[in-house]
Structure formats: C-alpha cells, structure tokens
C-alpha cells in the first residue's frame, strides 16, 4: 500500500487539519455554541442590524449562561473553567454569527467579570459572579472616556474619598451592554492612582444612555455611562489592583478573544463566497472555475487558516501561563487587519450582492471597522510590538 493511499481526504473546511490538533472535549464546546448561535443568532441578525438593535439582549444572556459561555475561562463561582483554546473556540463561533454578540460575551466574562475574578474582594465575587455566570446580571467595563481612548492613563473620571464612602464623577464612552447592564466596572483616578469599582447600575446619580447612530455593530447595546456625584460604599472599591495594570490586564485578555472572533467573521465572510463562486454563473459556467476567483479563494483560505494557527498558538500558550501581552498584540493586530481584507475580498466576488444583507459580508466588514480600532488600535499594537522589538518607547 503506497503512503498516499493512507492520507485523509483534502477537507476544505479545514485544508490544514487543524482540527487535529483539538481535544474532543474542545470539539464539543465549539459544537455547542455553533449550533447555539445557529439557531439563536444566524437567522435573525441581519434584520437586528438593519433595524440597528438587539432584541431580547437579557434572554440572549441567560441562554449564554446556560451552555457555558458567560466567563467560561474562569474558575468558581458558577464558571465553566474552560480552556483558553476552548474560550477562543467559543468566540471564533460567536463572531462568524456576528462581532455585536461576541461582544456581549467578551465584554460580560473577559472584562467585567475577569475584573471581579482577578481583583475584587472575596463579598464582590460572592455577589456577582454566580448571576454574570448564570446571564441574570449583565456585567459592562468603563474605561475608554469622550476624550481618553488609547491614553487611557489620563482619564478625568475621579473617585474621591468622603468619609468611609467614595464619590464618583465623569463619563465613559463606547461601552458595550452599557444600558442593559445590572453592574458596571468602572476605572477612575483617585488620590492613590487609578482604581476600579463595582458599580450597581441603579445606584443614584449613574445612568447609561444608549448610543445611537451607528454604522457598525448595530446588533450590539453600546453606551455612554454618566457619572455624577455616586456615592458608592468603601468596599465597592477593587481592593486587589491600584494603576493601570489592572484594566490593561482585562484588555489582554479580551483582545486574545478578539484574535479567534476575528477569523469567525472572516471565515463566515469566505464560507459565503466559496458558496456563491461554485453557483453564480456568468460567461457559460461557474464563477469560482475561473483563474483569478480560485487565485482570490486561495490566497484567502491562506489568511484564515494561517490565523485560526496563530490563534490556536496563542491558545496553548495562555493555557500553559505563557502567553505574554506583546503576543497578543501580535495575533489581535494580525488577525483582524487579515480578517478585514478576507471581507473586502469576499465581496469582489459577489459584486453588487456583497453589499446586500442578504449575505453577511457586508455586515461584518463594518463590524470589524470598529474592532480594528476597540481594545487597541492599530498603531498602538504596532508599537507595543516596535517596542518589543527594538527596546525603544515610541509611546511618548
């Protein structure tokens, strides 16, 4: 028998065997929530897009909740503890749904409820893990202000001490699940440095009104959170944190999930144009029988494949403890610039179809135009990586 004969057939879902690579245990948590997002998500999204909202956010989240996926890489208090292959696993599924919705669950478990896991008190865990974990409490994360986005060290939110309370003051922008939330995260200066605090979100004088207008992630709650004159009580402080290490670390770790959903969204933006080419018919015969559609087909399925790798590396390494902030800014800068131009490409090939939402392309071309820029930009992931790589701060 000659070694050709024993090969497995060529898979195109899965042109480098990937899949070899994962655990059954990873294999069924992915089966999970695709067949979740299947159901709950794929057949209604476009018109939540168009109609720019996300109805029955709360039913969504308990449904989350339910198979896993709320905090899933966490430990305790009602969490999955997951693998990070298998978190990134869940994201890539969420994300071939639609970016809106794997921001909902990157926002409530790697930001919000990573932020209590890591830094809060004992009572904070008590109080609210359990519910983020179950969906009955939709968590958000305020860090990013009106004018403090990548320079988030000189954010004027303040926190002062008034007695045995704190007093809180200012603004957040852009924050996902912000009008729906029952707890938000907030980071504010205080006398002693930047702070985080676990903010009920019917504590008196903070109101969240929901951003409208927008032209990406429109199936997604994004808000402005108003802060004026809250009066929190001394423990509502994250007592485990004190400086920006603290939300920076949640940022790390939410951008790692961004490096898989990004290949969701351009797996299911290639998936769509696989499919079309074999059936779209112009000059006699197939459009994907033609040289330079295979020759856009293959240079895509390169990017993709080449980013689930890097992604799934990325994986291994945070789940042995060594995945260092500089390589997730190498897999997050890579895989959704990557991510985009598979977008763009797909949609030469549908032609004027692209842009119909009848199709996802479009619509996850414009989501990942804001997680380009959300979680770090472009420019400061090149230069985290510049200074990695020379030693030299080009920060300031």
Known sequence: MSASSKLPPFDPADPLGIDDLLEPEDLAVRSTVRAWAADRVVPYVAEWYENGELPGIRELARELGEIGA????????????????????????????????????????????????????????????????????????????????????????????????????????????????????????????????????????????????????????????????????????????????????????????????????????????????????????????????????????LELHKGILLAHHLGRRMDAGRLRPEQVSFGKLNNVREAIDICRTSRTILGANGISLEYPIMRHATNLESVLTYEGTVEMHQLVLGKALTGLDAFR
């Open 70 to 301: 709320l905090g899933m890489s966490l430990t305790g208090y009602g969490c999955a503890g997951a693998s990070a292959v298998q978190y990134g696993l869940a994201c890539l599924e969420l994300e071939a749904a639609d970016s809106g919705i794997r921001s909902l669950v990157s926002v409530q478990g790697s930001l919000a409820m990573y932020a209590i896991h890591r830094f809060g008190s004992e009572e904070q865990k008590q109080q609210w893990l359990p519910r983020m974990a179950s969906g009955e409490v939709i968590g958000c994360f305020g860090l990013t202000e009106p004018d403090h986005g990548s320079d988030p060290g000189s954010m004027r939110t303040y926190a002062k001490r008034d007695g045995s309370d704190w007093v809180l003051n200012g603004r957040k922008m852009w924050i996902t699940n912000g009008s729906v939330a029952g707890v938000a995260v907030v980071w504010a200066q205080t006398d002693d440095g930047i702070r985080g605090f676990v903010v009920p979100a019917d504590s008196a004088g903070f109101s969240a009104p929901e951003i409208k207008h927008k032209l990406s992630l429109r199936a997604s709650v994004t808000s402005e959170l108003v802060m004026d004159d809250v009066r929190l009580p001394g423990d509502a402080v994250l007592p485990d944190v004190v400086g920006l290490k603290g939300p920076l670390s949640c940022l790390s770790h939410a951008r790692y999930g961004i490096v898989w959903g990004a290949m969701g969204a351009a797996r299911s933006c290639f998936e769509a144009a696989v499919e079309y080419a074999k059936t779209r018919e112009q000059f006699g015969r197939p459009i994907g029988g033609f040289q330079l559609t295979q020759a856009k087909l293959a240079d895509m399925a």
